[in-house]
């Protein structure tokens, strides 16, 4: 069975600074996504990470993708309260087929 | 172009009560699925369709029935509601993948339905 465990769960950081949120899959996979959802809204798709060594940028988040370590981060830099929100990976793989199984969320706060 | 559309929004039922959360996508998307979304917790697959006709459970699917008899539409069903399902449920939708991994595409999730057993 695919997991999928997202670190840190919670994270509280202040604007300016940089960190890095973990996601660690189980099985094979060479197919991971990430996501944000604001409070009560739906998920807003963010990166697709197709193959070993993608790395993708859109503003102050940076992800990646390491399958031979089943490894994903989510790298922001010089966070801004706007990147409030909980970011979910999600990966298809192992016995799962076409499904996507996600972690649990990281609930990131960007403090002033 | 709508893209995931699902009604109702919100809803509330009593124990024992039965409904059907409708899905519907404009964009001729193959595989379709239904996931719901406890509190502070990430998203758990029910139910999911790769075509017309074709339906399989996902993780947590007791409890709920699904049907695919168009490419459009993928209704989920409630058959008595328990207060464990009170949740949030999102369906989703994506292209069927071609050998290309770049036309791997990622997953249109509608707005949700926000559904309370009491």
């Known amino acids: 069975e695919l997991k999928v465990e997202q670190n840190p769960l919670f994270l509280s950081m202040q604007e300016g600074k940089n960190y890095t949120i973990y996601c660690n899959y189980s099985t094979t996979s060479d197919r991971l996504y990430w996501y944000r959802q604001d409070p009560g809204k739906s998920l807003e798709s963010l990166f697709v990470l197709l193959s070993n060594g993608a790395v993708k940028q859109e503003g102050r988040l940076m992800a990646s993708l390491d399958t031979k370590a089943r490894l994903s981060t989510l790298h922001i830099t010089a966070a801004v309260h706007d990147l409030s929100a909980t970011y979910f990976c999600a990966v298809i793989g192992g016995t799962s087929g076409s499904r996507l199984t996600f972690g649990e969320g990281t609930q990131l706060t960007v403090n002033p | 172009n709508a893209g995931v559309t699902q009604t109702p929004k919100f809803r509330i039922l009593k124990i024992g009560q039965s409904m059907t959360l409708q899905c519907t996508q404009d964009m001729n998307h193959n595989y379709m699925y239904w996931y719901r979304q406890d509190p502070g917790m990430g998203l758990k697959l029910i139910y999911y369709?790769?075509?017309?006709?074709?339906?399989d459970k996902g993780e947590v699917p007791n409890g709920y029935n699904v049907s695919r008899s168009t490419t459009e539409d993928f209704p989920l069903r409630l058959e008595l509601a328990a207060p464990s399902q009170t949740s949030v449920y999102f369906c989703?939708?994506?292209?069927?993948?071609?050998?290309?991994?770049?036309?791997?595409?990622?997953?249109?999730f509608g707005s949700g339905t926000r559904l309370t057993v009491v």
């Open positions: 989703a939708s994506r292209k069927k993948a071609g050998q290309d991994h770049s036309s791997w595409y990622g997953y249109t």
């Open positions: 369709s790769v075509g017309a006709g074709i339906t």
